[in-house]
């Protein structure tokens, strides 16, 4: 049982370049989201999703897009990088359940140039 | 829209001194709360939540919360800091309804010998 994985680790981007991020769950949980981690800051989210080909925005979702195809993955994208993109991407997944928690990733650190 | 605030940027405690770590909230009806901590590099933790019932609440590590509604407040306590609790700690407020969570902008904990 891994529980929350990302891929990559870390990644150096080219300003205008793309590139998806990878969350995946192996606790069958319906609920994913993407967060980002800037510094001094708490984390905020960037889209969600409630089950298998839902996404919904959260409150910092332009310049980003997400996939949920398969219930395990939850998938972000970034189609022209920017350096404010720079910043640490949590993913995190929860049981469908109004008091389940959240169970979060190890993060995956972007770095824009 | 739900918010969360936590006044203290960086505190630093004696080990074995006392902890209080203030968070206040803002939501419309009775919260969702959570702490969590994150160690540099890692994921977030969660130390404890509060949904209902007890407004004591315990968490791991010796960790507590107590909510108090007439105050908006969820503050984190621990009557004896270990060296090894020195993190950044978050304190979160979890919509209801839609199950979105927005997260303080955190606290960091130093811990003199």
């Known amino acids: 049982n891994a529980g929350v994985t990302q891929t990559p680790k870390f990644r150096v981007l080219k300003t205008g370049q793309s590139m998806t991020l990878l969350c995946a769950q192996d606790?069958?949980?319906?609920?994913m989201y993407w967060y980002r981690q800037d510094p001094g800051m708490g984390l905020r989210l960037i889209h969600y999703s409630v089950g298998e080909g839902t996404t919904a925005k959260g409150e910092v979702p332009d310049g980003y897009n997400v996939s949920r195809l398969k219930k395990q993955n939850f998938l972000l994208g970034l189609e022209s990088a920017a350096p404010s993109q720079t910043s640490v991407y949590f993913c995190?997944?929860?049981?469908?359940?109004?008091?389940?928690?959240?169970?979060f990733g190890p993060g995956t650190r972007l770095l824009v140039l | 829209a739900q918010s969360v605030t936590q006044p203290d940027i960086h505190i630093t405690v004696s080990e074995g001194a006392s902890l209080e770590l203030r968070c206040n909230y803002s939501?419309?009806?009775?919260?969702?709360l959570f702490w969590y901590v994150q160690s540099p590099g890692q994921g977030l933790q969660l130390l404890l939540k509060y949904f209902s019932g007890d407004t004591l609440v315990q968490g791991i590590k010796g960790f507590e919360a107590e909510f108090k509604r007439s105050q908006s407040s969820f503050n984190l306590r621990k009557p004896s800091v270990h060296w090894s609790d020195a993190a950044e700690y978050f304190c979160?407020?979890?919509?209801?309804?839609?199950?979105?969570?927005?997260f303080g902008d955190g606290t960091t904990l130093t811990v003199k010998p």
């Open positions: 606790m069958n949980h319906e609920y």
């Open positions: 939501y419309g009806a009775t919260p969702y």
């Open positions: 979160a407020v979890r919509n209801t309804n839609a199950g979105k969570s927005t």
């Open positions: 995190a997944s929860r049981p469908l359940g109004r008091q389940e928690t959240q169970y």
